[in-house]
């Protein structure tokens, strides 16, 4: 028989390999889904994770005017984990004080909607430096308040956060789909579930021309360097900390449990209701039906193989970046399906999971005496 036996003390090395081993298993495994499916595993890793790259080579031999186009694969790349390091480095804060926001899908796309509704209807004369900001505070403030709903539930009700939120998410994905088929649909849509397009000063400007990356990576970027120093230098990440590593040492410290469960429900809805914000102001230009939403749920996978740390969540973020990009290359190239990359996601995940509870637990073989 198999029992799992607790370790006396988790290993650090362990703990940093853990992601290594987990990617290196679910390629492993993808690989072989791929070729059971009559798939050449080579031209699948080439499609999934070289593809991007390619250009690269040949980056530097070209002139000054093709740069520009040699970069856009590397562009989307990093364009891809912009929303997905914003929502994880939320949720991380969440997951390290044991507060598990499982809806961050439903804040990103009320995120959208605010920010949507700012663009709609703000006058066609508002300048870009009003219009903007004003979109991207109007998303955060979605994003926040809808993450408000499951918190207040659980301090005042003890419902648990995990329903409540991830319940709320399919509430928000109705919400959308109302808005863009009634009273935000496009006139001039030509019947299509869509909101007329934002107006250009919405769009944030780009960073390198020739591709569609915008200055929001530095507003990524910003967000991760202030959440790394609010959990290590501030009283509040201290407080999160504890909180989730032993609750009883927080009660005892007079940390209150309901103020951290706002707190670090804010938090989280607030940045993925700005990735929500950015993503359809500066990518999407309007509100449609499907918005990428999924970045919620990927941004859960992206928290946890960045360890919950806000640079280790940057790193994981470009990570699930390019299985994004490779996998729409997939589809194209050797036409796997769409749900491909949603399986290489999940696998991910659950060998991540398997991972971390080997870092915490051992493999104990007990043989039975017989009678």
């Not at 449990?257 to 993925?272: H, K, M, P």
Request: glycine share 10%; charged share 10%.
């Amino acid at each position: 028989m198999i029992r799992l036996e607790k370790r006396a003390a988790p290993s650090t090395k362990a703990a940093i390999l853990s992601p290594l081993i987990a990617i290196a298993l679910t390629v492993a495994c993808g690989l072989l889904m791929i070729q059971a499916a009559g798939k050449s595993p080579g031209d699948a890793v080439d499609a999934y994770f070289l593809f991007p790259f390619n250009d690269l080579k040949a980056y530097f031999a070209a002139g000054e005017e093709a740069r520009a186009s040699l970069l856009y694969q590397p562009a989307e790349v990093v364009l891809k984990a912009i929303p997905l390091a914003l929502i994880g480095v939320g949720l991380a804060v969440a997951f390290r004080a044991g507060i598990f926001n499982i809806g961050a899908a439903g804040q990103y796309i009320l995120g959208a909607i605010f920010a949507g509704a700012v663009a709609l209807y703000a006058p066609d004369t508002t300048p870009q430096i009003i219009l903007l900001p004003a979109c991207l505070i109007a998303g955060t403030l979605g994003g926040l308040l809808w993450a408000l709903i499951p918190a207040f539930l659980r301090v005042r009700a003890g419902a648990s956060e995990i329903l409540t939120s991830l319940m709320l998410t399919y509430v928000a994905g109705y919400l959308l789909d109302w808005v863009v088929r009634g009273p935000w649909r496009d006139p001039l849509g030509f019947g299509f579930p869509q909101s007329r397009e934002f107006p250009e000063a919405t769009a944030m400007p780009l960073l390198l021309e020739g591709t569609r990356l915008h200055w929001g990576l530095f507003v990524m970027l910003a967000v991760v360097a202030a959440v790394w120093f609010a959990m290590a230098r501030t009283i509040t990440g201290f407080r999160v900390n504890i909180t989730g590593l032993a609750p009883r040492a927080a009660h005892f410290a007079g940390f209150q449990q309901g103020r951290t469960i706002y707190v670090v429900f804010l938090l989280s809805g607030a940045l993925a209701g700005l990735a929500g914000a950015l993503e359809t102001t500066a990518i999407i230009g309007q509100l449609q039906p499907e918005i990428s939403a999924e970045y919620g749920f990927a941004a859960i996978i992206v928290a946890f193989l960045g360890r919950l740390h806000p640079v280790g969540v940057l790193l994981a973020a470009l990570v699930l970046a390019l299985t994004y990009i490779g996998g729409e290359n997939a589809q194209i190239t050797l036409g796997l399906p769409r749900n491909a990359t949603l399986v290489f996601q999940g696998m991910l995940l659950l060998f991540l999971l398997a991972c971390d509870a080997m870092i915490h637990y051992r493999l104990r073989w007990r043989t039975t005496a017989r009678v």
